[in-house]
């Protein structure tokens, strides 16, 4: 049997086939489709099989390949953190490329699908191996292939000006980041192994390495906004609502559910496993910044009526709830609460696998609402759950697993995560005391407006009357047809995993748990096993426990018991007409749509946006008060974009017309400029 390390270098390697059937069968479009990402799902299968194998093993596996620069051979290694998030990614990879089949195979024939198969395998082996690396050399150039193809899923449909300002967008603040973190490798290296060689890039010679603080704090700042960058921290986060979009679905669904992820790795793989000694600080600026994106990501989402933008935002939003449980971890380890420290950041690495699972979920129905709509705007949907019923139900699993409600998998992480701050007393610093409750009440908040979002989403999608008359070119709700059996099974499957995740923790946070004593030294089942499969008791039985299999049990019992008591006596039922206000027939402009769901939080939150809003009447010559025709428009803009990001933008344009006024064309002009080069070069030498 070969072992984990292997087999993950054998998944890694498997992504060169589809590849080669592009070459090789590229003339035959549904052939190629079915093979390319039959072998991809294959591939990410083997991945799942390699994380479980090195989660479940006591001890990491390393591996040397004599690749890359002269002396400086890639660095590999494989233990139960990596192992965890090769898990992660292998299992949404699988998922996806089930889902690819059909949703590439109903994409129009005049889009570039062999450019999407070659980006697209590329894309995943990269997350493989940036999970795999064991020095700065291989992780930079495996997280740059990962920028690198991402950028060109994202310009798919390059005809469009949307996809091609998204994806300029996403390479700078990917480029911004990756050079924050490789600054962040070079002072661990120069600490590690001195500055005047390079014997210090492996990730091995820098956990042997003492960090001065300075240099310490150095490293993990720019490695933490590096790596937030590419997570969609807040600011840093424009990126991330332009290019979700753009994307197709599958891709969508791999870079919100998985690529982020990546970023989470690199953070946790350098705080807690190199560097490893840190002040408390550390931990409160990560989980300020994480609830900054929680609370304001879920807004951002609420004020949206694109559904792909709104989703994207949610990233925004789930990102800031890891980050919560990763600050938290950070803050008890360096008050010496080993026991605290592993339940945050068991939270937070839980709640990573759930929200790649039904963002993943989100993202596919989306894809399936969108090829049988062909459309974004929700304003112009409704009635969706009549036309496509195997999509309603499986995007409602979705939008209450986001919701943190039970039985599925977001209620379980961040009930975790309530658990870390209720621990807060314990803490000895009494200022901390009183501000972390009060992240707990941010996080309360975020939580209602999630569930707030979600319903919003699929009612005015899947419920009520059909929207979509004002489309020219779906001008009827017959058209709208179910997706298929592939797309199903890979959104099925994403579902069924939520309840999984939802009703059966204790075993997943007991099989993940080696990761809090790989990198904390204690293990949480310690005070958490007592009931073992059945029950999860975080600290201790008498404090708080939770039994998903027994909230099912009981969720199932009230839906049978009522039921039954509406349908055991004929008649108990009647359809009768809805009132209609004492209007004849209720049409589909009588309803709610997204952009009026939302009004009382622009209302109450409007402040933290920038809003225009502008109603027009032109009214009749009889009397005012009854118009004959209206007209509304709304603008929600991110204000750090006015903020942070336009001045920007402003200064480098302004700056580069200012250095054209050098270009005369002349070329008399060109050599004076070389001779007072050369004249100020020998004046400096």
């Known amino acids: 049997m070969m072992s984990p390390i292997k087999l993950s270098l054998l998944s890694a ?44 093993s006591s001890a990491a596996e390393q591996l040397i ?17 990596s192992g965890f998030f090769l898990f992660v990614v292998g299992l949404l990879s699988f998922f996806v490329s089930i889902y690819s089949v059909g949703y590439v195979t109903g ?37 740059e292939v990962m920028a690198a193809a991402s950028y060109f899923l994202v310009m798919f449909e390059d005809g ?51 960090f001065p603080l300075k240099w310490a704090t150095a490293a993990f700042l720019l490695s933490f906004f590096g790596f937030a960058a590419k997570a969609g921290v807040i600011p840093f986060h424009v990126w991330l609502p332009e290019a979700h979009p753009v994307a197709p679905s599958n891709v969508s669904a791999l870079m919100s559910g998985v690529m982020l992820k990546t970023a989470i790795y690199g953070i946790v793989r350098v705080t807690f496993d190199i560097i490893n000694v840190f002040p408390w600080w550390w931990g409160m600026m990560v989980l300020v910044l994480g609830l900054v994106s929680a609370v304001m990501g879920v807004l951002y989402a609420l004020m949206q009526h694109d559904l792909k933008k709104l989703l994207a935002y949610h990233s925004v939003e789930n990102i800031g709830i890891i980050l919560i449980g990763i600050g938290l971890s950070m803050i008890f380890t360096s008050f010496n609460l080993p026991a605290m420290a592993a339940l945050a950041l068991i939270a937070g690495l839980y709640h990573t696998m759930n929200h790649a699972m039904f963002k993943g979920l989100l993202f596919m129905g989306a894809g399936a609402v969108l090829n049988a709509t062909h459309e974004r705007n929700m304003d112009e949907m409704g009635g969706l759950i009549h036309h ?89 709700v017959t058209e709208v047809t179910e997706a298929g059996w592939s797309m199903r099974i890979g959104m099925m499957l994403a579902a069924f995993t939520c309840l999984c995740l939802g009703i059966l923790p204790a075993i997943i946070i007991k099989w993940m748990d080696v990761i809090s004593e790989e990198l904390l030294q ?57 009132w209609d206000c004492g209007f004849k027939k209720l049409t589909s402009k009588m309803q709610y749509n997204a952009v009026s769901f939302s009004m009382p939080f622009r209302r109450i939150f409007g402040f933290l946006f920038d809003i225009k809003e502008q109603i027009s009447l032109l009214p009749q010559r009889r009397h005012p008060a009854f118009p004959v025709k209206s007209s509304y428009y709304l603008r929600v803009r991110d204000r750090f974009w006015g903020w942070i990001y336009k001045p920007v933008i402003d200064a480098v344009v302004l700056l580069s017309r200012k250095a054209g006024m050098i270009q005369h064309g002349r070329i008399h002009v060109y050599l004076i400029y070389s001779f007072v080069t050369i004249i100020v070069l020998l004046a400096l030498l």
């Not at 051979?73 to 139960?80: E, T």
């Not at 699908?113 to 050399?137: E, G, P, S």
């Not at 499986?394 to 599925?408: H, Q, T």
């Not at 009931?531 to 019992?557: C, F, H, K, N, Q």
Request: proline content about 6%; glycine content about 8%.
């Open 13 to 56: 390697a498997a992504f060169i086939i589809p590849i080669l059937f592009v070459v090789l069968i590229g003339g035959y479009r549904r052939l190629l489709i079915r093979m390319a990402f039959s072998v991809s799902a294959l591939a990410s299968l083997i991945s799942v099989g390699a994380g479980i194998l090195a989660v479940s």
């Open 388 to 476: 496509m019923p195997w999509t309603s139900v499986l995007f409602l699993v979705g939008c209450i697993s986001i919701s943190a409600l039970p039985p599925f998998n977001g209620f379980v992480s961040e009930w975790l995560t309530f658990q870390a701050f209720l621990l807060s007393p314990s803490l000895p610093n009494p200022l901390m005391k009183l501000l972390i409750p009060l992240g707990a009440a941010l996080l309360a908040l975020t939580g209602a407006l999630a569930a707030a979002c979600f319903v919003k989403v699929f009612g005015v999608v899947f419920l009520g009357n059909w929207r979509g008359l004002s489309r020219p070119l779906l001008t009827k």
């Open 160 to 210: 469009r000006s949307e996809n091609r300002r998204a994806a300029y967008l996403y390479m700078v603040m990917a480029h911004i980041g990756a050079i924050l973190i490789l600054l962040s490798f070079g002072v661990m290296a120069g600490i590690a192994g001195g500055f005047e060689n390079f014997t210090g890039y492996t990730f091995d010679a820098m956990r042997e390495a003492e």
């Open 522 to 578: 204690t293990r949480l089942i310690t005070t958490s096993g007592v009931y073992d499969w059945m029950w999860l008791t975080p600290v201790d039985p008498e404090r708080a426990s939770y039994s998903g299999p027994l909230v099912l049990i009981g969720i199932a019992a009230v839906c049978a018991i009522t039921y039954l008591l509406l349908h055991v006596k004929p008649g108990k039922i009647s359809r009768v007409p809805v």
């Open 107 to 143: 994409l129009a024939a005049g889009k570039p699908v062999k450019r999407l198969i070659v980006f697209y395998n590329i894309f995943i082996a990269a997350m493989f191996m940036v999970c795999l690396a064991d020095d700065a050399l291989i992780f930079m150039v495996a997280w």
């Open 65 to 81: 390949l004599p690749l890359g620069l002269p002396s400086l051979p890639f660095h590999l290694r494989l233990d139960q953190l």
